[in-house]
């Protein structure tokens, strides 16, 4: 049963205001501000118009070629293969009472150019056990425009998941969608945490602002209000920012953002990541330093819903106390 969401605000004085009381002046004025320039740039100006996701006046071409190739089918069958994934993660500074905690992740949803993906998910969804579920954003199709159809969409596949349900937002997200997230009971952590409490012990889980366009992480104040050497995991959308991440002395990191290339080569080689990182990184389960971190494929398609030799995943993780050295 989809719950009743208010999807449009009725003014733009309505949604500063409640972003601005939810977030702080500053932050919600400068991420609309950030925005506007974006759009402005996917429309002809600027030097991020020759990126890849940005190309959506071509989809209908790229579709055209992938049917006289023969491929296009294929491809949007692959598109809704969603596979269920599960990653142990053994943490040495795990608290006992967490032993056994486990996070059903999803990521890069694209909810309303993914209608098949997300019948999918609704239909796996209530086979799965888990403690929490983060998002790690990209809720919505183009990475402009309006928000309307994703967070209906969106509606409609969260009646099935359980709560609580934590996220952040992604390069094609608004801040406007904020208000409409939360009104369906995602709490969205933007440089900000919460304590999770199980048996009186205690996690922290952080979310940051999107850092692949706009800018706006602020992992200092994500975690500002964590105290030295208790046991925290981050949310971002993207996993460029491992290293900051790991020098803040977070345990584990869960993002998206890649799509694990979406459109790879055989052996699932990444034709590209949109992302400055390593490609270890890419997809998966990986280390850095003393943190560990896994980088979801997404359940979603971006610019057309295809994939190749990189099907969608929901990952859930089963967090363990590990009597070593953090590994995976």
């Known amino acids: 049963m989809v719950q009743n969401v208010s999807l449009e605000p009725s003014t733009q004085q309505d949604i500063v205001g409640k972003l601005e009381q939810r977030f702080g002046r500053v932050h919600a004025r400068q991420r609309l501000g950030m925005e506007k320039c974006h759009e402005e740039r996917i429309f002809g100006q600027g030097i991020n118009f020759l990126n890849p996701e940005n190309w959506y006046s071509i989809q209908s071409a790229i579709q055209n070629i992938l049917k006289l190739t023969g491929l296009y089918r294929r491809g949007r069958k692959n598109a809704e293969r969603i596979q269920i994934r599960h990653n142990q993660v053994r943490l040495k500074d ?32 209530p086979e799965l056990r888990y403690d929490i579920c983060v998002l790690t954003g990209d809720y919505r199709g183009q990475a402009a425009g309006p928000s309307a159809a ?139 330093r003393t943190m560990v971190g896994y980088t979801s494929v997404g359940v979603g398609s971006s610019i057309v819903a295809v994939r190749f030799n990189c099907l969608p995943e929901i990952t859930v993780h089963h967090l363990a106390r590990a009597s070593s050295p953090a590994s995976q």
């Not at 609580?164 to 406007?176: A, E, K, Q, T, W």
């Not at 800018?215 to 208790?230: G, T």
């Not at 002395?249 to 055989?266: A, E, I, M, R, Y």
């Open 94 to 125: 795990l608290p006992t009472r967490f032993n056994g905690f486990s996070i059903l992740h999803v990521s890069d949803m694209h909810v309303d150019m993914n209608p098949g993906a997300m019948q999918r998910l609704i239909e796996l969804l």
């Open 150 to 288: 994703a967070l209906e969409g969106l509606a409609r596949v969260r009646s099935y998941f359980k709560d609580p349900i934590y996220g952040v937002l992604g390069n094609h997200d608004s801040i406007r969608m904020v208000p409409g997230l939360e009104e369906m009971g995602i709490r969205i952590l933007l440089n900000e945490s919460e304590a999770i409490m199980r048996g009186g012990q205690r996690i922290h889980l952080a979310g940051i602002d999107d850092a692949h366009y706009y800018r706006a992480d602020n992992i200092e104040k994500a975690a500002s209000q964590i105290p030295r050497h208790e046991f925290s995991i981050l949310l971002s959308h993207t996993p460029e920012i491992y290293r900051q991440a790991a020098e803040a002395d977070f345990k584990l990191l869960l993002s998206g953002h890649t799509h694990g290339g979406q459109v790879c080569l055989p052996g699932s080689i990444p034709v590209t990541l949109d992302s400055v990182l390593p490609r270890l990184m890419g997809s998966g389960p990986w280390k850095y």
